[in-house]
């Protein structure tokens, strides 16, 4: 009876003990690098929007983004036609790096500003012309958003945050955006 017991004991310390183990998965073991692209700047927006993000640690990263738009004949009067985003990102999981994610990002970015200038001439015909300009300005901002990392490394992101333009004048945009759904490779 108490040999059953001493053995029912070993069996069961046994599988709780396995169970603490966390598993480690090949994307987590010496993988410190991502690049990505966000599909849904490249599709809906005609943006080409890449990053590269390197892994600090299980629990935050630091990366960098950069945006080209290559539609210059949109009907918005104003849109993002350059970003670089820095940011930094705290994750809140027990995996490494992947899960939910707060961020706090920079970007340095440039639109194009329509002036349109209105009149009537003397028939009661109505004009408008427009100059553009270019303005670049500086925004802060934060964002949310969780990661999929699968085994063999590939990851997907959804994200989504807002920030705020330093100075400017009226004319110029007051917020700025910042969001998609990345695929990448970790290594």
Known sequence: MKKTILFLLLVTTSFIFSQEKEEKYPQDID???????????????????????????????????????FNNDRDIDEYRTFSLTPYYRRYFSNRYARGFFVEGFGMLHSYKNNNYDYYYDSYGNYYDYSNQESVTQFAVGISVGGKFVSKKGFTTEVYFGVGRNLGGDNTSLEAVGRGGISLGYRF
């Open 31 to 69: 993988k410190k690098y991502e690049v990505k692209l966000n599909v849904l700047n490249l599709i809906g927006f005609e943006f080409l929007d890449a990053s590269y993000e390197y892994l600090i640690n299980e629990e935050s990263s630091f990366g960098i983004g950069t945006l080209v738009s």
